[in-house]
């Protein structure tokens, strides 16, 4: 069994998301900052428990849905948020806003937001890896319309025949709650059983994981990022997610407004598609219930844990919200390489 604290860091982590990502919302909708984003409720299991397994010379490559993905890495918050609203404390300087956001001291050199433009970059870091005998691998999320993409089976087509430490981790946040283990879900666009007879098509091992589940979450990635690295070639995974009600409309929303830990301990969110996702498909509210059945934490210490979150999500805003705009003379800085126009 593994350490309480542990299971109290990840909870920690999963928050420090969740919480982020609400104040992304209420920035946004105050006018904090133009332009379309995405947030990462409802899937941050799935970027706590790969990052829990990476050391600190692996490599991370992802999509517009990146948050999550960078605050599991190690991200400042209060950098991150600096960046979504173009200050010049950003991560980029203010540059790349949230669709581009990276952060290359942590393993994350750069985010696509085109629809599975980071794969052919991520395996040609994993052969630059594999190159240099680095000991580090190279993970790449993406979501299942990348599957849709040429650029997805050149870029695994050829992680297999050059037999580079890649996994590529595929979050399918389309999965309707009772159809989320293997073998219950058709693919809806391509003419395959299953997303992941794709890859296996190319000989690539490859698992089906419910992303609502952090138990099962925590061993597949265990097992594969284990075998990416013993074997040095590529695994495959889809994540299957059932996507957040206040993902669905165009703009992001917070239904019920945020996310309250009451829930945990017998109350009900509202409105009933909030409350039907939260009952089954929300991965913090069903790993806290867990911990809370299991005994390893109790109300105390969960809302300890929030408060904790959520002060240094309150410092983040505020540092970002106080950070200077950027000097208008650097708009052209770095747009060119040694500042040279060839």
Same mark, same amino acid.
């Given at each position: ?5 542990? @299971? ?48 600190? @010379? ?8 990146? @948050? ?141 994981? $419910? ?32 996507? +957040? ?5 165009? +703009? ?10 009451? +829930? ?17 498909? $929300? ?16 109300? $105390? ?42």
């Amino acid at each position: 069994m593994e350490d309480p604290v542990k @299971h109290q860091k990840r909870l920690e982590n999963m928050l420090r998301i969740r919480r982020f990502e609400e104040q992304v919302v209420r920035l946004s909708k105050a006018g904090g900052f133009p332009g379309h984003y995405h947030v990462y409720i409802g899937q941050e299991a799935t970027a706590v428990t790969v990052c829990e397994q990476l050391e600190p @010379h692996d490599m991370i490559f992802t999509t517009w849905r990146n @948050h999550g993905h960078l605050l599991a890495r190690g991200a400042s918050p209060g950098r991150m948020l600096a960046e979504i609203l173009g200050r010049a404390t950003g991560l980029c300087r203010g540059k790349s806003g949230t669709l581009h956001l990276a952060d290359k001291e942590i393993g994350m050199p750069a985010t696509s937001a085109m629809v599975g433009g980071a794969l052919p970059i991520a395996t040609g870091a994993a052969l630059g890896l594999k190159h240099r005998r680095s000991p580090g691998i190279v993970v790449a999320f993406f979501g299942d319309a990348a599957l849709d993409e040429g650029a997805f089976y050149e870029a695994v087509n050829l992680a297999g025949l050059w037999k580079v430490p890649i996994l590529y981790v595929c979050e399918n946040n389309s999965i309707p709650p009772q159809k989320r283990r293997r073998g219950q879900f058709p693919s809806s666009s391509l003419n395959a059983a299953q997303l992941i007879d794709v890859p296996r098509a190319l000989q690539i091992p490859s698992e089906v994981v $419910d992303g609502a589940d952090v138990d099962a979450l925590c061993g597949c990635f265990r097992k594969l990022i284990a075998e990416v690295r013993t074997s040095a070639s590529a695994r495959f995974v889809e994540v299957r997610c059932t996507r +957040w009600p206040g993902n669905v409309p165009l +703009w992001p929303e917070l239904p019920g407004g945020e996310w309250n830990l009451e +829930w945990a301990f017998g109350a009900k969110p509202e409105p009933q598609d909030l409350a039907a996702w939260a009952e089954k498909s $929300d991965p913090l509210l069903n790993y806290l219930r867990g911990l809370l059945e299991a005994g390893t934490l109790d109300r $105390d210490i969960a809302f300890a844990v929030d408060a904790r979150v959520r002060n240094e999500i309150a410092d983040a805003v505020h540092f970002a919200e106080s950070s200077p705009w950027p000097d208008p003379a650097e708009a052209t800085r770095g747009t060119f390489a040694a500042e040279r126009r060839t």
